[in-house]
Structures are given as structure tokens and as C-alpha cells.
């Protein structure tokens, strides 16, 4: 009875070794992370950015890549008040293209403002929307300045074209509209 013993705890530990034996794939694995890693939920909890913060903000006074400029001045009646005295174009004469300008202010500006500046753009006409003035109104004392705070932040009505226009591109419509004002007061 005893060797009958022997030959079956023998035999279950020879069956047990066999068949937790695979031969399909390795016995070791180097570097286990690489083949099995750690799943994360999207928006859960992470200690990765240390305190808690899900994101890191940018560094204070970093420029996003591309041709973006951070517009200094604010989107308030005293920023527009600012921009109006004291913004200046920083294109000269010789950097002014109304062939250039004329086009992107018919794509972006005609359609209310209308082609001349007069406030009779295809949606006033069909009376989509009212009330946009000439740019050679009395009531209406426009500056260079005054013209890139609208176009870049908007008023009223008007949405903003900072995504629209780049800020050379915003400075050429601004030398147009100028130009189409003193056309008006002629």
C-alpha cells in the first residue's frame, strides 16, 4: 500500500508539473511593462503632475508656436477706449497693399459693411441685420487703432476675425478700411 501511495503522489506531481507547462510562449518575460501595461482612465485622477492638477498650464509669457502675437491690450470699453487714442499701425507706406487688403476685406467685412465702407453690405440689404453705420458717419470717430481692436476682439454684432485673420493680414484690412473712410468723406 505504501509504494501504491508513492507511485500516485509521484504521478500527480508529475501530471502537475506537465500541465502547467506552456510551451506556447515564453516562461520569462524582460521588461513586463512593455508587453502589459498600465490602463488609465481618460479623465481620472493622476499623481503624474504632482498636487493633483489634471494639466499643466504654459509658462507665464510663453508664445504658442505659429504666427500667433498675444494682443496686449484688453477686451473692455477701457481697452477699446486705449486702443482708439493710442494703437498705431505698424506697417509704413511702403508696406501697405490695398491689393492685398481689398480682398480680404470683401471676404470678411463687405457683406455687412459693404464693398465702399457705406454700411449697405448684401445682409443689410436683405435685412438680415440692421443698423451698420458708414464709416464716414459724424456720430463715428474711428482710428487705426479702434479698427484693429474690432476686428481682432469684435463689437456689438460683429464676431471677432482674430482666427480668421493673421496680425499682418488684420493691419492690411485696417490701412483698407481707412482708405475707404477717406473715399466716403471726399
Not at 509658462?59 to 500667433?68: C, H, Q
Not at 477706449?81 to 470683401?106: H, M
Request: aromatic share 12%; proline share 4%; glycine share 10%.
Amino acid at each position: 500500500m505504501k509504494t501504491a501511495a508513492k507511485y500516485i503522489v509521484i504521478t500527480v506531481l508529475l501530471v502537475s508539473f506537465v500541465s502547467c507547462q506552456k510551451t506556447s510562449s515564453r516562461n520569462y518575460q524582460y521588461m513586463p511593462n512593455m508587453y502589459e501595461s498600465v490602463g488609465y482612465e481618460t479623465y481620472q485622477e493622476s499623481d503624474a503632475f504632482g498636487n493633483g492638477v489634471e494639466a499643466q498650464l504654459p509658462a507665464e509669457g510663453s508664445i504658442p508656436r505659429g504666427d500667433f502675437m498675444p494682443f496686449e491690450i484688453e477686451n473692455t470699453n477701457e481697452g477699446f477706449a486705449y486702443a482708439k487714442a493710442n494703437l498705431s499701425s505698424p506697417l509704413d507706406s511702403t508696406q501697405v497693399d490695398y491689393a492685398k487688403g481689398g480682398p480680404l476685406y470683401a471676404i470678411y467685412c463687405g457683406i455687412c459693411h459693404g464693398s465702399k465702407g457705406d454700411g449697405k453690405g448684401k445682409l443689410v440689404q436683405r435685412e438680415k441685420i440692421l443698423g451698420v453705420p458708414s464709416y464716414s458717419d459724424v456720430g463715428r470717430a474711428i482710428t487705426t487703432g479702434s479698427i484693429y481692436h474690432v476686428i481682432y476682439y469684435g463689437k456689438n454684432t460683429m464676431g471677432s476675425y482674430a482666427n480668421q485673420l493673421n496680425e499682418e493680414e488684420r493691419w492690411q484690412v485696417v490701412a483698407y478700411v481707412e482708405k475707404l473712410k477717406a473715399d466716403l468723406e471726399k
